[in-house]
């Protein structure tokens, strides 16, 4: 016989053998040892759960010669004909493919007829939500009215699509959606049954991906045992499902929380770069906000609406050829989204341009500093007089926009981050802001050099100017021009993200 995939080889065959789903086995056993057998059972849950597996062990069961506290025994004639598929009183049917009217009413008129190898004839009817409206009515009479040696078992992953009429009609079974736990031991297990030596954390990172499935688990490890060497490693895992370095995730993720488009935008180019699955690199994200969630104390309501439009991310990369644009155009609005808010009655997250969100941030520290003064102000018993400010000499501002700066030959102002400062302690959190990212260097002129199109707006405003001039006067004795430079690619002034959405040809509003 040729290779066996091992989602296939290590299919349970008997109910001790399925995992994590004890609340369904056990009940299941108690019927066959009791012999309280119903016409009609539907199993449903997520793929790779053990729904087929157990309705296959379970027809072995109730047709075993031998049966063992209600497991088959897998050993007499009529186990292994059922095993081997000799025995054709025992049907599977993929709903999928034959969910037309006329297949329903070929088993219709095959239920009559007495079996002939075994007490109960079973249909095993896999994904029968494809069932088709009218195949699902002749199922219907069936089901009502079963002959007492046949028994269906009905398999879905989507239970909300079968009528109520045939629900009514079945005994139901909830299949849970495997733990990480279990699936990381069934993945030992199959290691060493095969002989395979491996790394811990490689069973666990397969456990992982796995996402719940035990299928897609064995899956995985089909592949990584085929493509690895003497030993299974967690780097190799890694390669072989294309995996993204988790300080890329990590980053993306600070920067989200963070509104930083710029550098979430830069790491999915990295990622990109490097040729890895963008829908990959979405679960990871995703699982990360996930993990963050269950964490958290405070702002869930923001992470809900960034996992939930994660969600919705993955349908579009299926559906789309532009893989890149749609990601990182959703990057972006997850980087301006911020909590959701009310909308006639409903909760809805609402997406705000990025500069309004640095405006209004701005505008409220600076609301709160004032305040913070005046209340130290009123504080104070004895006030001493209001000192005097020595007024800067006017100077001269110039503006400037060019591709590239040439430091070489000028000198870094020493104090640029006790000038920064000094901006904080009178209260220009705007000015601040403007100066976070930029260089200043001192000369025969003040220079202030920024890459950044929002602050290099605030630094040429007049006010900002002067509220600069003022403080290297008063503080350093400084008082010459000062010449503020924007530092932009192809001599365009835009933004870096404002570049991403010209080159993908995405419309946006500009800030004023």
Do not use: W
Not at 141 to 168: C, D, G, M, R, Y
Not at 278 to 283: E, G, K, M, V
Not at 406 to 430: A, Q, Y
């Amino acid at each position: 016989m040729g290779y066996i995939a091992l989602y296939r080889k290590y299919r349970p065959t008997t109910f001790s053998n399925i995992i994590g789903q004890e609340n369904v086995t056990k009940i299941l056993r108690n019927q066959i040892k009791n012999n309280k057998i119903s016409h009609a059972y539907l199993f449903s849950g997520t793929r790779g759960t053990g729904k087929t597996s157990a309705a296959k062990v379970f027809a072995r069961a109730i047709n075993c010669l031998n049966p063992q506290d209600g497991e088959p025994c897998n050993e007499c004639e009529v186990c292994k004909g059922i095993l081997n598929g000799t025995i054709t009183d025992v049907i599977e049917m993929d709903a999928a493919s034959n969910n037309s009217v006329e297949n329903i009413r070929q088993i219709r008129q095959e239920v009559v007829y007495a079996t002939v190898d075994v007490k109960y004839r079973v249909y095993i009817i896999d994904e029968v939500h494809m069932l088709t409206t009218s195949a699902f009515n002749a199922l219907l009479k069936t089901l009502e009215e079963p002959p007492e040696n046949v028994v269906f078992i009905l398999a879905t992953t989507e239970q909300h699509k079968i009528p109520v009429t045939i629900l009514s009609r079945c005994l139901k079974f909830d299949f849970n959606r495997l733990s990480e736990e279990d699936l990381y031991n069934r993945v030992k297990y199959v290691l060493d049954s095969e002989g395979v030596k491996y790394e811990d954390e490689a069973c666990r990172y397969i456990a992982t991906l796995a996402d719940g499935a035990a299928r897609d688990a064995l899956s995985i490890l089909d592949r990584c045992i085929s493509e690895s060497d003497d030993i299974l490693k967690y780097e190799d895992v890694q390669n072989i499902v294309g995996a993204i370095d988790k300080n890329i995730i990590d980053k993306v993720v600070e920067d989200i929380l963070n509104y930083n488009s710029l550098d979430a935008i830069s790491q999915v180019d990295e990622v990109i770069k490097k040729g890895k699955d963008l829908r990959q690199f979405t679960f990871e994200v995703t699982n990360e906000f996930l993990n963050r969630l269950v964490d958290a104390k405070e702002g869930t309501d923001r992470l809900i609406a960034i996992i939930d439009r994660l969600s919705s991310l993955d349908n579009d990369l299926k559906s789309t050829t532009r893989k890149e644009i749609v990601l990182k155009a959703c990057i972006v609005q997850l980087c301006n989204l911020k909590q959701p808010v009310q909308i006639e009655g409903n909760t809805q997250s609402a997406p705000q341009p990025m500069n309004d969100i640095y405006t209004k941030k701005i505008e409220q520290l600076e609301k709160e500093v004032i305040e913070l003064k005046d209340k130290i102000a009123k504080g104070v018993q004895v006030q001493s007089a209001p000192a005097q400010t020595v007024e800067a000499p006017k100077v001269n501002v110039v503006k400037e926009t060019r591709e590239k700066v040439d430091t070489n030959g000028l000198t870094e102002f020493p104090s640029t981050e006790e000038l920064k400062k000094e901006m904080i302690d009178r209260g220009k959190v705007k000015v601040y802001s403007a100066l976070v990212k930029a260089k200043v260097y001192v000369d025969d002129v003040v220079r202030v050099i920024t890459t950044n199109t929002f602050g290099y707006k605030i630094l040429t405003q007049e006010d900002t100017a002067e509220t600069i001039s003022q403080v290297l006067f008063e503080k350093y004795k400084i008082n010459k021009n000062i010449v503020l430079e924007l530092v932009t690619e192809n001599g365009e002034s835009i933004s870096k993200i404002e570049k991403v959405f010209k080159d993908n040809n995405i419309e946006y509003t500009p800030m004023d």
